[in-house]
C-alpha cells in the first residue's frame, strides 16, 4: 500500500508544505502535527494531487466546500473569499488546504472517540464526518490506511528517540 518511494515523496511534499505555509496562510494556532496532517492525506487521497476534486472534495485532504466555510474561508494571497474559484483555489493548494484543516481543527476540536483526549484520532473523525457526526463509524478503509500511517509514524518516532 504504502510504496517506499511514494510514502517518501509524499513525505517530502508534505514536509514542505507544513513548514511552508505559515508564509502563504496566516493560521497563529496549530493543533494539528505534521504527522497527522500527513496520515490524513493518505487516508484521504493516498497523496495524490492530480486528482483536483472528486464528488465536491478537493485537494490532497478531500476539502469540502462546507468544511471550508466553516474554517473560515482561508484564501490565497491574491485571492478574496467571494472570488468564484476561491474555494478551488485554497483547498487544491496543499499549504492553503493545510491551514483550512488546521483553522477548522482549532475551532470545531472534540473528544470523537471518548478517550478523554483530543488527538489526531479525533482529527480524523473530525474531518471525515464533521463536527455535529465526528462521534459517528467511520468506514473501514478509511481507517484501515490512516490507523497504519499513525502505526508507521508512532514507530518512526520511536526509533528516532
Not at 496532517?37 to 493518505?42: M, Q
Not at 472534495?57 to 494571497?77: N, S, Y
Not at 463536527?131 to 481507517?143: D, M
Not at 508507521?152 to 520511536?158: E, L, P, S
Request: charged share 15%; proline share 2%.
Amino acid at each position: 500500500m504504502f510504496s517506499r518511494i511514494g510514502f517518501v515523496l509524499s513525505v517530502l511534499v508534505l514536509w514542505s508544505v507544513i513548514n511552508c505555509f505559515s508564509e502563504s496562510v496566516d493560521v497563529p494556532l496549530k493543533p494539528v502535527t505534521e504527522d497527522c496532517l500527513e496520515c490524513l492525506c493518505e487516508a484521504l487521497s493516498g497523496c495524490n494531487a492530480s486528482a483536483v476534486c472528486v464528488n465536491g472534495a478537493c485537494g490532497i485532504f478531500r476539502i469540502t466546500w462546507g468544511f471550508w466555510v466553516e474554517a473560515g474561508q482561508l484564501t490565497l494571497p491574491n485571492d478574496t473569499a467571494l472570488s468564484d474559484n476561491a474555494f478551488t483555489n485554497c483547498v487544491n493548494e496543499p499549504h492553503c488546504a493545510a491551514g483550512t484543516i488546521q483553522k477548522y481543527m482549532y475551532k470545531h476540536g472534540q473528544d470523537c472517540n471518548n478517550d478523554q483526549k483530543i488527538n489526531c484520532l479525533d482529527y480524523g473523525a473530525l474531518h471525515k464526518m464533521g463536527h455535529l457526526k465526528c462521534r459517528n463509524e467511520l468506514s473501514y478503509s478509511f481507517v484501515n490506511t490512516f490507523s497504519k500511517c499513525l502505526k508507521i509514524k508512532g514507530r518512526q518516532a520511536t526509533a528516532a528517540g
